[in-house]
C-alpha cells in the first residue's frame, strides 16, 4: 500500500512537471507564432545564445559585466528582430550587429560620431543603422548589406562620381573657346 502511494505521488509529480514544462513552452510558441520560420529561428538562435552565457556565468567562466552586456545585446537584438519582422510583415531578417558606444571600433575603422547617426543611413557600403534600442543600456543596431545590396550601393555611387566628372566638361564643351593659364618659368 505504501509503494502504492509513493508511485501515485511520484507519476502526479511527474504529471505537474510535465505540464510545467509544457506551459513553458507553449507560452514561447505562442509569443513567437506570429512570425514565420526564418524570423522564428532567429528568435530561437538567440534564446540558445542567452542559454550559452547563463551556463558560462552559473561556472563562473565570465564575469558579472561580461554577464550582463551580452544579455542586455541579446535582449535588443531580439527586440530589434521583432520591430523588423512586426513593421515590415516579412519573413526577413538582416544580420544585426549591436554595439554600445564604447565598441563602435568593432565595426568600423574610423567610427562615425554618435551625433551624426540617422535611421536608414548606410556607413562605409555595409551597414545600415536601424537604431538605438535601450535594453540596460544603450546599444546601436545596424544590419548588415547583403552582397547584392552592397553592389548596387557602390554601383550607384560609381555612376555619381562619374556625373560629377563628366559635369565639368560638358560645360568646357559647350564654350566657344578655352584658356588655359601659361607656364611661368624663370630665365
Known sequence: MCTR?????????LLVMLCLCNAGSAQTFVEDSGYGPVVRAYLGYLKNEQEVVDDR?????VTPAYYRRNSNRIRALRQMAMRIAHESRNDYLPELEAVSADEFGLLFEQPPRL?????????????RYLGLVRSGEVFYVFARLDPYEQSELMAREARSVEAQNSLPQQQLSGSKTVTRARRVSTP
Open 115 to 127: 551625433s551624426v547617426l540617422r535611421v536608414g543611413e548606410v556607413f562605409r557600403t555595409k551597414f
Open 5 to 13: 502511494r509513493l508511485f501515485s505521488f511520484g507519476f502526479a509529480g
Open 57 to 61: 556565468a552559473s561556472r563562473r567562466e
